[in-house]
């Protein structure tokens, strides 16, 4: 087993904002409250501790006994869970949404990073507790994100019509599923853990929200992992006082407006990544999640016929708190409210929009967890690590855009030089010369050398070209195997952590692929992590 790591801002895959971040530069501190590094956490303790309510962990935990009836719950998340009543205990959360059988990879590492950190905490600071926390997006309604995961270089689709909340969504249908998967798997190896798997979590629950827990628990249960549904009445009733001050005062969307300015101002290279709404609540009932707006002074949800005065919206909030779903600006507030929570880890885009988030948290009184990067790796076979060898290639270099990766290779192996530099760098010179004489003679004649320049530099870059690809169709086998390569580690030309599901690793490592993920990620790593696997 080796490992080795590469700077995520290295990799071509992470954007300008996150590589700062990670860098800690300096334009972006008003933007976190504190750095993820071990020994930022004690303050990070002391602030929540202060402004965390006691009663919140009583509804809390009561929540969570209800959301686990029936449910083979570990001692050790029974343990965490019952833990989360006392004051010195603490969580640090991913969330995810539901997808179909855990959907990519990076699903895995997610959670691994998160549990990861929960247990380098607890050794640190061992007065305190620290439970890791899956918050799984069940009031999500893009049915299309989530209802299909990819199996080798396959779409295993759950195809059906959905509306309203994911986690609601009946699991019937997926039988068919089932079948085109199994169909998919074949019956060599380690096939029936997962076709079983697939069964009890699909075909024997009920609800999407159910298929979901049991998979996350069955894959992480023993590590302590506790799941939240945000689905959920007693936990709403805590978010009342905050969706109050969004949809009558808007606040969110004033302060956070402001904060988007603020990061644009910091650099032109940061992307937005969401937008805040007047209101950012939708109303959520089977089969329906629709956003509420402002319409001729009444509060109304769209696509139907509901409409609400003020006096009306604020006692169907109060009555009916569940029927009130955050969107992606207040849900992050919705879970520090009824977490005790010190850290979220998330992947860049994540990350991103948590980044405009501060200010809001401040303007409401509620502590701004720290943000951390969830581990990404790649996952090397021993017979891919040899194919890497024998090209004379580093892995690093699989991470290039195919056309740089190919034209390196051709100009590396290539028996003649494809670099013309020299002559390009000869040219310059002696088109100096000729700038030189026209100084002195006839100044008009500066925009003819100029051009004739550009032109000769031009055939140069032609001729080039030409040879490249010449030599390209020479050396054609090599060509398709570097391809073959790169495409098989990152498939359709992306990280093989967005493409691929956790099954087909499975099918290489078998019970082996979840340990060896938590021994060899370090959540606070800020590298990009290559794994190479026997």
Not at 24 to 36: A, D
Not at 261 to 274: F, K, P, R, W
Not at 319 to 326: A, C, V, W
Request: net charge negative.
């Amino acid at each position: 087993m080796e490992v080795e790591c590469i700077p995520f801002r290295e990799t071509g895959y992470f954007s300008q904002l996150i590589c700062d971040y990670l860098e800690q530069k300096e334009g972006l501190t008003p933007f976190y409250n504190r750095y993820p590094l071990a020994e930022n956490f004690e303050a990070q303790i002391k602030e929540k501790m202060a402004n965390f309510p006691k009663e919140n962990r009583t509804v809390l935990v009561q929540a969570l006994k209800n959301q686990y009836r029936g449910i083979d719950a570990s001692k050790a998340t029974q343990k965490n869970m019952e833990a989360l009543q006392k004051e010195t205990t603490f969580t640090v959360v991913t969330g995810h949404q539901l997808n179909l059988f855990t959907g990519p990879l990076y699903f895995l590492y997610k959670i691994i990073s998160t549990i990861n950190l929960a247990k380098k905490l607890n050794k640190q600071y061992p007065s305190n507790h620290f439970v890791p926390v899956y918050w799984m997006a069940t009031e999500d309604h893009d049915f299309e994100e989530i209802n299909y995961f990819n199996l080798h270089g396959k779409k295993v689709l759950w195809n059906k019509k959905a509306s309203g909340a994911v986690g609601r969504l009946s699991t019937e249908g997926l039988e068919e599923v089932f079948d085109v998967f199994a169909a998919e798997l074949g019956h060599l190896g380690l096939t029936d853990d997962l076709k079983t798997l697939f069964q009890k979590a699909y075909l024997e629950h009920d609800t999407l929200t159910e298929a979901t827990r049991y998979l996350a628990n069955a894959l992480f249960g023993e590590e302590g992992l506790v799941i939240v549904d945000g689905d959920d009445k007693a936990l709403k009733k805590l978010l009342v006082p905050y969706a109050k001050a969004d949809m009558l005062e808007h606040v969110p969307y004033q302060k956070i407006n402001k904060t988007i300015e603020a990061l644009q101002e910091a650099s032109s290279d940061y992307t937005i990544q969401v937008n805040p709404r007047e209101i950012n609540y939708f109303y959520l009932e089977d089969g329906l999640r629709e956003r509420i707006i402002l319409k001729k002074g009444k509060y109304h949800v769209i696509n139907t016929h509901l409409d609400f005065t003020e006096e009306e919206l604020l006692a169907e909030l109060e009555e009916h708190p569940e029927r009130f779903s955050p969107n992606v600006v207040a849900r992050p507030l919705y879970q520090e409210v009824i977490l005790p929570n010190l850290c979220y880890i998330g992947g860049g885009g994540e990350l991103a929009y948590w980044l405009e988030l501060k200010s809001y948290f401040d303007e409401v009184g509620v502590t701004f967890p720290m943000l951390m990067l969830r581990n990404s790796a790649l996952l090397i076979t021993e017979k891919q690590s040899e194919k890497v060898e024998r090209m004379g290639l580093k892995v690093s270099h699989l991470f290039m855009k195919q056309h740089s990766l190919i034209n390196k290779k051709i100009r590396d192996i290539s028996n003649i030089d494809i670099d013309f530099s020299p002559q390009k760098k000869l040219l310059e010179e002696q088109f100096q010369h000729m700038y030189e004489l026209a100084e002195k003679t006839d100044k008009s004649f500066l925009g003819a050398v100029k051009a004739q320049e550009v032109k000769q530099k031009k055939g140069l870059d032609n001729l080039e070209k030409r040879l490249l690809r010449a030599q390209k169709r020479k050396l054609k086998d090599h060509v398709v195997r570097l391809t073959e390569l790169q495409n098989e580690l990152f498939p359709n030309q992306s990280l093989q952590e967005r493409q691929l599901n956790f099954s087909e690793m499975y099918l290489h490592m078998g019970e082996n692929l979840i340990p060896l993920l938590l021994e060899m990620l370090d959540p606070f790593s800020k590298d990009f992590t290559i794994i190479r696997h026997d």
